[in-house]
């Protein structure tokens, strides 16, 4: 199997910069000619760009691309929580405000597109043997870092180790761990040794956490990477400004300067987009989505993802544990009332599973649970709880956390099962609640680049994060093996029955799938649309522009 | 007679309103007229009315009083018609009022000079440097030490007795054509009341100023004032020239006022004593305030103090304030543990402290205090105040308590009714009797009475004492008399201590002590006293400047 | 009466029967046992209706806490209706119902930490100012060291630490007011210490116990309950700053101040204001009505003689 | 004088002791220590005795105490757990300046206007204007900071359409048009926030100062009302007045967690909430060092104000 890919430079995936100066001057001027849709598109699918995703955007956005990206202008970004925690260290990126400062200073040796689908950027090329046990990494020359070092193979051997070894830091480290030995080739190529096959290594690769960084450098109170800005000022919890760093490979970014910062309260982050303050905030709440439609000027930022939000039942414990327990109860799940009422609409009822249509290898073909009193009444008599109370204890670790819950108990009342919502402090929820013995709690997991990575986080038997104590060894034994299977129709079938399984078989009430809603001014152009986290996955600052300058 | 009206009060009424809106008439119809250079004074007890009808001079109501009818009128011009800026105007300027505390009424935080001229330099009479030339001449004229620098400093820098002076000097500043002086000498030690009332008397004849001098005090009133009001619950009772009404009174009320008055300090009725059957010995007690409990004290008050009492013995015990006697009180009662010497109580040898004498020891000895009002929980019963020491001492329960609480009332002559009110309910004189009826219940042996009548009337003052003297007769309890007015001791004790700075100056039989000779400072507390008759200031003046020069002699050596 | 010029000057006697006995006066009426102005009344009308509110609001409230007045509609602040007469909240439930559940709650809480703060404040304060110079000032500096800690402070490392629940606000509450408490305390058992008839109880030889039961406390005790109106407003106060913080009453669970801090974002956008509004009325109306009722308790003296100026 | 002086600065030293005690023992009381937040799930037991024996943790508490006071008083605050790279004073000097800016101002322009309408409520108890301004903060007393705060938002920034939402970007690039209009909205709440108490608290210690008998000494002197007020009662006043100042600024140093996250911008109270939430202890310990200092050495300035302003203390006889 080879996975090579090349790119003569580092795409966007709808992004009108991603083409060459040519190439978009020439659309400019078609479009100011009156060139038509399918214009554009024969033109951008010769290009290199693929006929699908052009499709689905060019329709709806002929006038964004016809616009060039403009240089200058200040942009003014308000993320949520932030602290004396925020760090420039990308193994230790935790929150969306370090993952979108990772994108202003560094790069990766491969970038993520909106498909999730993956292409080169420091690595030129990208090599895999055919049982995906050694991958090669061909690096671009000529990349120069912020303080005019060239890259080369020692940065990124220093990369990669970092996220080695016992007592590793890495937050990534779950991703990186069948790594064996990271070794230098030659000037420009890098070489990795696995101890077990993985495919999605290279996808790995492409998250927050394997941000290039220089070899050696320890001290992260400034930045120094290859990416579009250079880090002007950094103060943890207060605020980061970068500015284009000249002699980026790609170009520097087109912002005279980007400002980030956090504000912690939803409605003063509200606040200040609606009043101009700022141009972008993250998270913007389902109920002010029509607000901020209705605002001139304002546009929802929204990203259908594979996030997802659920209650989980302990597998190793009563009444958890109890199959008709967890039938009754996810019959008893107001699916539709978490997705309109509580989501607006900006998400997707889930089906007690982890991968939605946002992944590559979802299933559409498994039934969608919905909610049926008469049947979850029929296994609650069957299950023999009776009117014990059933605890689930809550935080507000997402959007709908506490609210699912509530819309599960309130059904459940009227078949007689009786719910007790525990809500406890988001703060410290992860470490004195979660996976530490409830029968019911709350969780949320946000997207990750393949279906397999998800599974294998949440569900395998031995995986650190395996919330609901689940154990199937079918289930861990298809799971590995899918890994190496190539036959698409043959996949297809592995990973539906993996989805299925967790969805007849597993321990998760998972009644919605949450899109990544943030906002924006109109006049912020070069949005990316990556589902992995806010702000179009935090792969936007080498794209994104003002228009309006 | 054609000297011109100063001020004058037609038909006037002034009510309290209450909180519900309800009205009490507080004077009623009165009428009378100062002129000019004239002093006239309104006599009264309290709640007779008199300082309400003062301050209408100046236009002003207390806060809850409001005139209800007639005029007051200063110069012919209606005070009760005026605004408020109008009536700024005239106070200070030409009516200018004295209090009885001058420690209250000068503002603490202001120096003196300041708090003296400003009413002259906002009035726009004076400028700043006149006032100030004008107040250092008030200053040499009322006889204050140190007239050049004494405007420097702050209130509480000053003694008392100057700083009443002081007050007048506030007052004259502005040249006012009328005085209003409300009982300004009643707080001040008898001597120092003689200076200062020599003091006003000189400058009110010198500016020729008309003034109204309100007290209760008809031996004060003597000296000072040419024309008297008297004045009893709002209503004017008799009116006319002090020596018409001192000499001559016609009305009851007048009349029992003039009985009230204290007689000159003379011995009283001897009676017959056990003497060598002691209540309590005093053997070289000192004490103090501050530092450690027991060891020297920082500062000490009493020095080496040796006293007896006998059973059934009346102590007066006087002295001027400072001068230690309500601190020997509070030794006895040990409240102020003395570092040195002891107490003997039926020749039993009493603990310094308080806490370690045994209940039965505590019995014995009560304490009266001076301020009925603040001695008695205002948020207990007469009932309850009086049952506790029975169910204390005599472990007295339920209808016994009662009853004999019923008893202690009609000991003191009140009524029944009494034992469920609460105190506020009382008047001044009534709270004292529940405060001697308290101590009573206990059934003690001594009673130290700590100025019980100082804080009252002439009348009831007179009562209480009369009472006391009732008590003594039928319980055979002995006292400890603290007073500061020397009539009421010589009238009421057998013998008196003489206190002066922490020592005893003198101590004797009262027969021994008043007849002299005696130590300087028994003369000069005797001569101090006024006596109820016109022109007694001036003869009196020589007396106290002889005995104040052998005092200091005295102090010398 | 007329006077003229002559009969001004000469003697005058006032009329007089012999049966006047002239006796003395009873001394000026007090300035009254308390009572109430009109705004006072009204304070106590609104606090006795919330305290009505607070026990039996939730047996009247039309729905239960987190109940949906109507499941098919998924619009949330919507205007008042029948069915829910305040309109709904941001989970699109009863706001009337929502705050009579909360009336419990809140002036639950906001009562039983003020309790504790009072327990703790008033007999230590009470204590400290008869207990002696040793014992007082090792106290005094004590309370003075924790009034030193900022409040808010104070109560998020201690919810922190140990989590977030109604026995713990409660608690935090207590010992968060209990300094300030004891400030008071002390000093009005000081004042009421140096009184006369406070000596004139140790001088008769009575104990702690009576001095501070009998003596002591029936004296302190109006200063003390309006500063507990006062006190009991703060309390409401912190704990919606905690709710701000996501550490107060936790949601779903109703209580005022985490009422108006889940509405509160929605006054730019919800259809309807009053169902924003409503809890912050709530605690408005409780408050406001405290302070009329404490004003009156403290003004009952003061302020009479600017009057005059 | 210099005697109470001295007295009261040795009182106020021994309580910031009492408060490192405190805050010292309550922090240690804290589940977890300094180590185990650091290594966080990394930490292995080899690593954890590595870095409790670097960090002194393997030192009897006592030992503890002195040595991190011992360089708490030479400034050195250490190193954040929650960053593990940041120094604290790195973490508080990025914040204290917005911290100065917003204090001080609301110091200057909320202090004396609420001083200035309390008296003046003081000075016309009873009418009209009088009882508007005590209902008014009676109904600004009980309301919540963040309810304040947005009602100030909707009616500055959504209805009058002046100043910023939220303080965007650091003081030094701004110009003082920018200044005013980004700090606008923190302050004037906070402003509304403190002159709630401020009014109610002063005009009651004037009022009374007014019952006393040298003020009905003024009123028979002719002295006009505002010379009464400003000069005698005033004067004497200051004790309690400044005292409630000194509470109400030490809150606006200490307390303005609510402000500070409700208008974005990073001051040291929002600190010590992330501290909180990271379990960064040092960053509490040092945090609530330098708030408690604050408070006592405002109640000190307090202490010594209402000393100077009295004669008696002043010029003892």
Redesign the interface.
Same mark, same amino acid.
């Given at each position: 199997m080879s996975l090579r890919k090349k790119g003569p430079k580092i795409m966007g995936d709808f992004e009108f910069s991603d083409l060459k100066l040519h190439q978009q001057q020439e659309i400019v001027n078609a479009v100011r000619k009156g060139a038509t849709r399918r214009d554009i598109m024969t033109w951008m699918m010769a290009a290199g760009a693929t006929a699908t995703t052009g499709g689905a955007i060019f329709g709806s956005a002929s006038q964004v691309w016809a616009s060039t990206p403009k240089r200058g202008g200040r942009l003014v970004c308000a993320g949520d929580q932030h602290g004396p925690a925020d760090t420039l260290d990308p193994i230790l990126c935790t929150a969306s405000v370090d993952y979108w400062r990772g994108r202003m200073f560094y790069g990766n040796l491969v970038r993520l597109k909106a498909d999730l689908s993956w292409e080169p950027e420091l690595a030129e090329e990208v090599l895999v043997n055919s049982d995906a046990t050694k991958w090669t990494f061909k690096l671009r020359k000529g990349v120069e870092f912020h303080n005019g070092k060239t890259m080369n193979a020692d940065d990124v051997v220093y990369t990669l180790s970092r996220h080695m070894g016992e007592d590793t830091k890495s937050i990534g480290k779950s991703q990186f761990d069948m790594v064996t030995s990271v070794k230098k080739v030659n000037e420009y190529e890098v070489e990795c040794n696995l101890e077990t096959p993985n495919a999605d290594l290279v996808n790995s690769l492409g998250t927050f956490h394997f941000r290039v960084v220089q070899d050696g450098v320890e001290d992260f109170s400034t930045a120094i990477g290859t990416g579009p800005y250079r880090c002007k000022e950094f103060k943890p919890g207060v605020r980061t400004v970068g500015t284009p760093f000249e002699n980026c490979w790609h170009g520097p970014g087109y912002l005279d300067e980007m400002e980030h910062f956090g504000i912690g309260d939803p409605v003063a982050r509200l606040n200040a987009f609606m009043a101009g303050d700022v141009d972008m905030m993250v998270n913007l709440p389902g109920k002010a989505v029509k607000e901020v439609e209705a605002a001139a000027g304002k546009e929802v930022w929204s990203v259908e993802s594979g996030r997802y939000t659920s209650i989980v039942c302990h597998q190793g414990v009563s009444p958890s544990n109890n199959r008709d327990l967890i039938r009754a109860m996810q019959m008893c799940m107001d699916r539709t009332r978490v997705v309109k009422g509580e989501l607006k609409g900006l998400g997707s009822v889930g089906n007690d599973q982890p991968i939605n249509k946002a992944y590559f290898d979802y299933s559409p073909d498994i039934p969608q649970r919905e909610l049926d009193l008469d049947k979850a009444k029929f296994h609650f008599e069957k299950s023999g709880v009776g009117s014990t109370t059933i605890p689930i204890i809550a935080a507000e670790v997402s959007q709908a956390a506490t609210f699912q819950c509530l819309a599960l108990q309130r059904e459940a009342k009227k078949i007689g099962m009786n719910i007790d919502v525990q809500k406890v402090t988001t703060d410290g929820y992860w470490g004195a609640v979660w996976m530490q013995g409830s029968p019911f709690n709350v969780t949320t997991w946000n997207m990750r680049p393949t279906a397999n990575i998800m599974m294998t986080l949440a569900y395998k038997s031995d995986s650190n994060w395996n919330e609901t104590f689940w154990k199937s060894e079918k289930f861990d034994k298809t799971l590995v093996q899918v890994r190496g299977v190539t036959d698409a129709a043959e996949r297809k079938q592995m990973y539906h029955d993996l989805q299925m399984d967790i969805h007849e078989n597993g321990g998760s009430i998972t009644p919605a799938h949450l899109n990544y809603t943030d906002a924006c001014a109109s006049y912020v152009k070069g949005r990316t649309m990556v589902p992995l986290n806010n702000w179009g996955g935090a792969e936007a600052p080498p794209y994104i522009y003002r228009d309006d300058v | 007679m054609n000297k011109k009206v100063v001020f004058e009060a037609k038909n006037l009424c002034i009510n309290a309103v209450r909180d519900d809106g309800s009205e009490l008439s507080i004077v009623k119809d009165a009428n009378f007229k100062v002129r000019e250079g004239e002093v006239v004074a309104l006599i009264g007890e309290s709640g007779s009315g008199k300082t309400t009808i003062a301050l209408s001079s100046l236009g002003y109501c207390k806060p809850g009083l409001k005139i209800s009818n007639g005029t007051t009128s200063l110069f012919d011009q209606d005070l009760t018609s005026m605004g408020i800026e109008e009536l700024r105007q005239i106070r200070g300027e030409k009516v200018a009022y004295l209090a009885q505390s001058a420690i209250a009424t000068f503002n603490p935080a202001l120096k003196i000079n300041e708090q003296v001229t400003e009413s002259a330099v906002i009035h726009g009479s004076k400028t700043q440097n006149e006032a100030n030339e004008f107040a250092k001449g008030l200053y040499h004229s009322l006889d204050l030490p140190n007239p050049e620098f004494i405007g420097a400093r702050y209130p509480h820098q000053v003694s008392g007795g100057q700083l009443q002076r002081l007050m007048a000097a506030m007052a004259l500043c502005g040249e006012p054509s009328l005085l209003v002086l409300d009982e300004p000498t009643t707080a001040l030690d008898v001597t120092t009341q003689i200076e200062v009332l020599k003091a006003f008397k000189k400058v009110i004849r010198e500016r020729g100023a008309a003034a109204i001098y309100v007290t209760h005090d008809l031996a004060v009133v003597a000296q000072i004032a040419d024309r008297i009001v008297v004045l009893y619950n709002g209503d004017i009772q008799e009116k006319g020239t002090a020596n018409e009404v001192i000499s001559k009174p016609r009305h009851p009320y007048t009349k029992r006022l003039m009985q009230a008055v204290r007689p000159l300090p003379a011995a009283g009725k001897k009676t017959r004593l056990n003497k060598t059957d002691k209540v309590i010995e005093i053997k070289g007690v000192s004490a103090g305030y501050g530092g450690d409990v027991m060891s020297k004290p920082k500062e000490i008050i009493l020095k080496d103090i040796n006293l007896e009492l006998s059973r059934g013995e009346v102590l007066g015990v006087i002295g001027e304030s400072g001068s230690g006697k309500s601190t020997l009180a509070r030794v006895i009662a040990g409240l102020l543990p003395s570092f040195k010497g002891e107490i003997l109580l039926d020749g039993q040898q009493l603990k310094p402290r308080l806490e370690d004498r045994p209940r039965s020891e505590l019995r014995k000895i009560q304490f009266v205090y001076q301020m009925a009002d603040t001695a008695i929980n205002p948020k207990q019963t007469i009932g309850n105040i009086l049952g506790r020491p029975l169910e204390f001492y005599l472990n007295m329960y339920g209808q016994k308590q009662k009853n004999r609480v019923l008893e202690l009332l009609d000991m003191v002559e009140l009524p029944k009714e009494f034992f469920t009110r609460y105190p506020h309910e009382l008047s001044g004189g009534q709270k004292q009797r529940i405060n001697l009826a308290r101590a009573l219940a206990a059934e003690p042996e001594v009673l130290l009475c700590d100025e019980v009548t100082s804080a009252l009337d002439s009348i009831v003052g007179a009562n209480v004492i009369e009472l006391l003297r009732g008590l003594r007769k039928n319980l055979g309890v002995s006292f400890v008399f603290i007073s500061h007015d020397l009539s009421t001791v010589s009238a009421f004790a057998d013998s008196i201590a003489v206190m002066y700075k922490g020592i005893i100056a003198e101590t004797g039989s009262v027969h021994k002590v008043l007849s002299p000779p005696s130590h300087p400072y028994t003369d000069l507390l005797i001569s101090s006293v006024p006596e109820l008759r016109v022109g007694w200031l001036e003869d009196a003046d020589k007396n106290i400047q002889k005995a104040k020069n052998l005092l200091e002699k005295e102090n010398i050596s | 009466m007329s006077n003229n010029e002559n009969n001004e000057d000469k003697h005058y006697v006032a009329p007089f029967s012999k049966e006047v006995s002239f006796d003395e006066l009873q001394d000026a009426p007090p300035s009254g046992k308390f009572r109430l102005s009109i705004t006072g009344k009204l304070g106590v009308i609104v606090v006795a209706f919330w305290l009505f509110i607070a026990i039996f609001g939730q047996f009247l409230a039309p729905y239960e806490e987190n109940d949906l007045p109507f499941p098919d509609d998924y619009s949330e602040f919507q205007k008042p209706r029948p069915g829910a007469w305040l309109g709904t909240d941001v989970d699109d439930r009863d706001i009337l119902s929502r705050i009579m559940y909360g009336a419990g709650r809140t002036i639950g809480i906001s009562l039983a930490g003020v309790l504790i703060a009072y327990v703790i404040g008033v007999t230590l304060g009470i204590g400290s100012s008869i207990a002696g110079s040793r014992i007082d000032q090792v106290l005094t500096q004590f309370f003075n060291i924790l009034l030193a800690i900022p409040t808010i402070m104070f109560g998020l490392v201690v919810v922190a630490a140990v989590g977030s629940s109604i026995p713990v606000l409660i608690i935090t509450a207590g010992a968060i007011f209990s300094p300030v408490v004891f400030r008071l305390s002390r000093a009005l058992g000081m004042e009421i210490m140096v009184m006369d008839f406070v000596e004139a109880a140790k001088v008769r030889g009575e104990g702690y116990r009576w001095i501070i039961f009998k003596e002591i406390w029936p004296n302190a005790a109006m200063p003390l309950i309006s500063d507990f109106g006062l006190r009991f407003i703060y309390v409401i106060l912190f704990v919606s700053s905690l709710s701000f913080l996501g550490l107060g009453v936790q949601p779903p669970l109703a209580d005022w101040g985490s009422m108006v801090r889940e509405n509160l974002g929605a006054l730019q956008y919800g259809e309807s204001v009053i169902p924003i509004l409503a809890p912050a009325i709530a605690i408005a109306s409780l408050t406001v009505a405290i302070n009329l009722i404490v004003d009156d308790v403290s003004a009952h003296a003061g302020g009479k003689l600017s009057g005059r100026l | 004088m210099f005697r109470i002086i001295l007295t009261k600065i040795a009182?106020g030293l021994?309580?910031?002791l009492?408060?490192s005690i405190? $805050?010292f023992l309550?922090?240690n009381?804290? @589940?977890g220590d300094a180590a185990q937040i650091r290594l966080?799930q990394?930490a #292995?037991e080899d690593?954890l005795r590595a870095l409790r024996e670097e960090l002194g943790l393997n030192l009897p508490l006592y030992q503890q105490y002195f040595r991190w006071l011992f360089n708490f008083l030479q400034g050195e605050f250490g190193t954040?757990l929650?960053?593990?790279? !940041?120094t604290i004073a790195q &973490?508080i000097s990025?914040?204290y300046e917005n911290t100065l800016i917003v204090s001080t101002l609301t110091a200057m322009i909320g202090v004396p206007i609420s001083v200035g309408l309390g008296i003046m409520a003081?000075?016309?108890?009873?009418t009209i204007y009088d009882r508007f301004l005590?209902?008014g903060s009676?109904?600004l !007393?009980?309301?919540?900071?963040?309810?304040t705060a #947005?009602l100030m %938002?909707?009616f500055v920034?959504?209805f009058l359409g002046i100043g910023?939402?939220?303080v965007?970007?650091?003081i030094e690039d701004k110009n003082l048009a920018e200044l005013i209009t980004h700090f606008i909205l923190p302050i004037a709440t906070l402003c509304l926030v403190i002159a709630a108490q401020l009014i109610r608290m002063t005009r009651?210690a004037v009022?009374?100062v007014?019952?006393? @008998?040298? $003020?009905?000494?003024?009123? &028979?002197?002719? $002295?006009?009302?505002r010379? %009464?007020?400003m000069?005698?009662a005033l &004067?004497?006043a200051i004790g309690p007045i400044v005292n409630v100042i000194a509470i109400n600024l030490?809150?606006v140093v #200490?307390?303005v967690?609510?402000i500070e996250?409700?208008?974005?911008y990073?001051g040291l109270a929002?600190?010590? !909430?992330?501290?909180?939430?990271?379990?960064?202890y040092i960053?509490?310990q040092t &945090?609530?060092m330098i708030?408690?200092a604050t408070?006592?050495i405002l109640?000190m300035i307090a202490d010594l104000a209402s000393i100077l302003?009295?004669?008696?203390l002043r010029?003892p006889?």
């Open positions: - | - | - | 009182a021994l309580t910031t009492g408060v405190v $805050i309550g922090t009381a804290l @589940p966080g990394a #292995t690593s954040s929650a960053s593990g790279n !940041v &973490l990025d914040r003081a000075m016309f108890p009873g005590t209902l009676v109904t !007393v009980a309301a919540p900071e963040f309810f #947005t %938002v909707l920034v959504f910023n939402a939220v965007v970007g650091s009651a009022l009374n007014m019952n006393s @008998p040298y $003020i009905e000494m003024a009123i &028979l002197k002719g $002295i006009p009302r010379r %009464v007020v000069r005698h &004067l004497n030490a809150y #200490t307390g967690i609510v996250v409700y208008f974005g990073a929002t600190l010590i !909430v992330q501290g909180v939430q990271t379990r960064d960053l509490i &945090l609530g708030f408690c408070y006592v109640m302003s009295n004669p008696r010029h006889k």
